[in-house]
């Protein structure tokens, strides 16, 4: 879904709305450890699975 508003200058800006999505336990815990172990950097998982550091992060440190 995207949303336009006009800036000061009155440019049109489009945002992009971030859908919410639910990551079950069992993934999250399994992604973790991939993580720990380091088949995957933890920049590399967030581009692709589209998901915030600040996430995976407070996954880690649960």
Known sequence: MMAT?????????KYEIRQSRI??????????????NKRISIIEFCKL?????TSVYRWIYQ
Request: proline share 0%; net charge positive.
């Open 49 to 53: 699975w589209d998901v915030s550091s």
């Open 5 to 13: 508003s006009k800036s000061k200058t009155g440019k049109s800006t």
């Open 23 to 36: 990551f079950s336990e069992s993934f999250k815990r399994e992604k973790v450890e991939d993580i720990l």
